[in-house]
Nanobody, 128 residues
Framework: QVQLVESGGGSVQSGGSLRLSCVVS????????MGWFRQGPGKERAKVAI???????TYSESAKGRFTASKDNAANTLFLQMDNLEPEDTGTYYC??????????????????????WGQGTQVTVSL
């Protein structure tokens, strides 16, 4: 059974930085994507950054230039370095793993709900 455990959330002021970590255990998928989603207050869960099976990374428009996603395969850990944080970045951050069923990952929460795994989430709060 795949398990994901996030850490590193907290409260910072605007312009500050945080580094989220997600430790993965029990993964037996040979082809998969991993990434980070954010769920703000009263909002849908939305993609922040995804590392595809080929190693390429895609970011949301708001994350580009400020956030960096990376993986340490030896440590089975996914990271999200977040710099120049803004109040709009506030929310619960979830890491996820989505196995590739067809040709590519969908990067869609509803598919990850069905075939992937989410972590428990870590809260990030950015104040002015």
């Amino acid at each position: 059974q795949v398990q994901l455990v996030e850490s590193g959330g907290g409260s910072v002021q605007s312009g500050g930085s945080l580094r989220l970590s997600c430790v993965v255990s029990g993964n037996t998928h040979s082809r998969y994507c991993m990434g980070w989603f954010r769920q703000g207050p009263g909002k849908e869960r939305a993609k922040v950054a995804i590392i595809d099976n080929d190693g390429s990374t895609t970011y949301s428009e708001s994350a580009k230039g400020r956030f960096t996603a990376s993986k340490d395969n030896a440590a089975n850990t996914l990271f999200l370095q977040m710099d120049n944080l803004e109040p709009e970045d506030t929310g619960t951050y979830y890491c996820e793993i989505e196995p590739i069923v067809m040709h590519t990952c969908t990067h869609r929460p509803e598919f990850i709900d069905m075939i992937g795994t989410w972590g428990q989430g870590t809260q990030v709060t950015v104040s002015l």
